[in-house]
């Protein structure tokens, strides 16, 4: 397991939950927050990076990941202005992959907490046991876009 981030304020408990070597989406279109999660270890290197909302849903496939970290404010739009959220690509998550036994772990890491609840309500009403962290737990967001 990567060593936790010191200092930090994500527990040990925690920091096993969310470290994950294998299948890891990342949907996030904040690439300076995308290298400081993997210079901090909370995912790996190779860990694949979805950079807007559209790519983030047609990532979303059963037994594709085992890990998947949701952004909330994506910077996406449809041709007619209207915002595209995590929201709604954890509608799609919900959608195409089954929560239970074999189910990624999801983790919530947006800094919009209104957002962030929203996705965190649809996730366990839907069946899931998303994680709920705030990125400055990992790292701190001074010069990051």
């Not at 909302?53 to 990941?65: K, L, N, Q, T």
């Not at 949701?70 to 007619?80: E, Q, R, V």
């Not at 962030?116 to 046991?129: H, I, K, T, V």
Request: aromatic share 6%.
């Amino acid at each position: 397991m990567p060593p936790r981030p010191t200092p930090s304020r994500i527990s040990d408990a925690t920091w096993e939950q969310l470290v994950s070597t294998d299948r890891v989406l990342v949907v996030d279109d904040c690439r300076s927050r995308l290298f400081c999660l993997k210079e901090y270890h909370a995912i790996p290197e190779w860990a694949t990076h979805a950079g807007d909302a559209h790519e983030g849903i047609a990532r979303m496939e059963p037994d594709s990941w085992d890990a998947i970290w949701l952004d909330h404010d994506l910077a996406t739009h449809t041709p007619d202005g209207k915002a595209v959220t995590g929201l709604d690509v954890t509608r799609a998550l919900i959608d195409r992959i089954p929560p239970g036994p074999g189910a990624p772990k999801i983790i919530v890491h947006s800094t919009n907490l209104e957002g962030a609840r929203s996705m965190m309500a649809a996730l366990r009403e839907a069946g899931f046991e998303p994680i709920r962290v705030a990125i400055t737990d990992i790292f701190p967001l001074e010069g990051l876009d």
